[in-house]
């Protein structure tokens, strides 16, 4: 299986003879300028790469970031996992999903000469490890540079992490270089099944080695929200209670779950999306400037916001089904209570947030895609004549859209043009549409350059993973003992019918602590 691995490697030469041009291997993309790492050696190990997310994601990532001249001349990719295969097979499997993302014939055929496929019998199959890695290191051997780096991708499930992280301690980890590992959500059920999973790999690699991916840190939107927020001093003296009523963070797909109901079920809306996804985007908004830009000023800075969050309940949240779930034939439970749906209000204890009610809400199978945090400014107090048009004055938002169309909006009032004294709601947009030559990568791409450039300020760290279980345990607990039912509605809707009203009175509620005072 492994054998003609280095061979084919070493005859490999980067340029070929063609008319199309190949990424240049001392060029490196101007948006990234060049690190220590492009002159070493770098080699990758997709483990699970069979499975659906290394099609999908991980390799055409790679080849992304292959075409951009952004990893290094002296790269290999190795792919493992327990499905036998030979080197060209995983290139045929592979070779559909890389050729869709548009990039040339050419390159997909010049990145998959660098792919190769190992196969064991479990995920800590020693004996295939030592094959897999000796001819890894053969490949570090012929390279000039004195630093070889490797790099880990966990495409699994999450039972086989431990085999996977041991034998990786055991046999994988470089001996000039830096060693890291890439894990892939769902990282546990709830607390106690978080805290085991933690420990599972803590005990083999240090914190600094582990890169836990949640793609929605890898959005544009999302990576922009810290220098939008902190380099404009206009937003700093209103972001905050005293100018803003509520935050609204909504995620909508318009596919229901599309042939995973067995793997959803398990799972429901909120470990799917609010625990991790819509959390991530919340703690960003919410926190406090990070004392610094390094990785972990800003994940402390995410951290105190978990700190300060209150404990969800379900008198906090409201549930949905939509009709027809469970006639999914993967779902064995026809009479499962899991939310496909779910609004939350969140309450952040700081003198920054306290009294402002955070909603967050997240469905599949309704009526369009998108993801936004919407901030609702207070009402306006002032101005006699703003008071006595007869319209409503709506209240101003600022609306991050991160999908579809990602943008930055700020809904204000403004007078209709003309003889007009009324107002009318006006936009003033930043689309990311209209910005010419616009390179937006996929979020798998852009983490994983920053897993290779070593910043881990877009990946969770252990202490924010475990309180965001223990925000959420409480509720998930309930959901599953109590075994309410979430409401029905009907797929392509906006949600239950009742959210509309609940919408109403939890964003204008008061936090138990205002009401305390
Ligand atoms: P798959 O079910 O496709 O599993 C990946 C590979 O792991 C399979 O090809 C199989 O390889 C092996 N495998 C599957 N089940 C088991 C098992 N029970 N025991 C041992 N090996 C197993 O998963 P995905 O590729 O979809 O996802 C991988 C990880 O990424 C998961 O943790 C998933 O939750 C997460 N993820 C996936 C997303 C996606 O879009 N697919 C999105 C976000 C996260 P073989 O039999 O050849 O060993
Ligand atoms: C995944 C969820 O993490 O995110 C899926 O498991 C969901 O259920 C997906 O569809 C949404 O990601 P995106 O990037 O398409 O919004």
């Not at 809904?411 to 004294?421: D, E, Q, R, V």
């Amino acid at each position: 299986m492994v054998s003609s691995a280095l061979d084919s490697l070493q005859n490999f030469s980067f340029r070929k003879d063609s008319d199309e041009i190949l990424p240049d291997p001392d060029s490196v993309h101007v948006a990234v300028s060049k690190e220590d790492w492009h002159d070493e050696v770098l080699s990758i190990v997709v483990v699970g790469a069979s499975g659906d997310l290394a099609k999908k994601k991980t390799y055409p990532s790679l080849l992304k970031l292959y075409e951009e001249n952004l990893l290094p001349k002296e790269l290999t990719i190795y792919g493992y996992a327990r499905s036998s295969k030979t080197h060209e097979g995983l290139r045929q499997h592979l070779y559909p999903h890389l050729i869709k993302t548009g990039t040339s014939e050419h390159i997909v055929n010049s990145f998959l000469e660098r792919c190769f496929y190992y196969s064991g019998k479990t995920y800590g199959d020693e004996s295939a490890y030592t094959s897999m890695i000796g001819d890894l290191a053969k490949f570090e051997s012929t390279s000039e540079s004195t630093v070889a780096n490797r790099l880990f991708y966990l495409a699994v499930p999450p039972n086989v992490f431990g085999e996977s992280g041991m034998v990786i301690k055991k046999i994988g980890m470089a001996t000039t270089g830096w060693t890291r590992l890439v894990i892939e959500k769902p990282f546990g059920h709830d607390l106690d099944s978080c805290n085991e999973l933690l420990k599972t790999l803590s005990d083999d690699f240090d914190e600094e080695c582990l890169y836990r991916i949640d793609h929605y840190l890898g959005k544009e939107v999302v990576q922009n929200m810290i220098l939008f927020r902190f380099s404009n001093p206009i937003w700093e003296p209103i972001w905050n209670r005293k100018s803003i009523e509520s935050v609204t963070i909504t995620f909508k797909e318009n596919i229901d779950t599309n042939g995973r109901g067995g793997y959803f079920d398990k799972f429901g809306i909120i470990r799917d999306i609010l625990q991790n996804h819509l959390l991530q985007v919340l703690t960003l908004f919410a926190m406090e400037p990070p004392e610094n830009d390094d990785a972990d000023s800003i994940r402390d800075a995410k951290v105190e916001v978990l700190k300060n969050m209150e404990i969800i309940s379900l008198d906090d949240c409201l549930l949905g089904q939509y009709d027809g779930y469970s006639d999914d034939s993967t779902i064995e439970n026809k009479d499962t209570n899991c939310p496909t749906y779910a609004a939350l209000r969140c309450w952040i204890h700081t003198p920054r947030w306290e009294g402002v009610p955070f909603i967050l809400q997240a469905g599949k199978a309704l009526d369009e895609k998108l993801c936004e945090v919407r901030a609702t400014f207070k009402p306006a107090k002032t101005l006699a004549s703003v008071q006595s048009v007869s319209k409503k004055i709506e209240p101003s938002e600022l609306v991050l859209r991160l999908q579809p169309n990602p943008a930055i909006e700020l809904h204000n009032n403004t007078k209709i043009p003309g003889l007009s004294t009324s107002p009318m709601k006006s936009k003033m947009t930043m689309s990311y549409e209209d910005i010419p030559d616009l390179s937006n990568p996929d979020a798998y791409t852009r983490l994983l350059l920053s897993v290779m450039r070593g910043d881990q300020g877009s990946f969770v760290r252990d202490d924010e993973l475990r309180r965001s279980w223990e925000i959420f345990t409480p509720l998930l607990h309930a959901i599953d003992d109590t075994g309410v039912r979430p409401l029905p509605y009907k797929p392509t809707s906006k949600g239950p019918e009742e959210r509309v009203k609940w919408m109403e009175k939890m964003s204008k509620a008061t936090s138990p602590l205002q009401s305390s005072l």
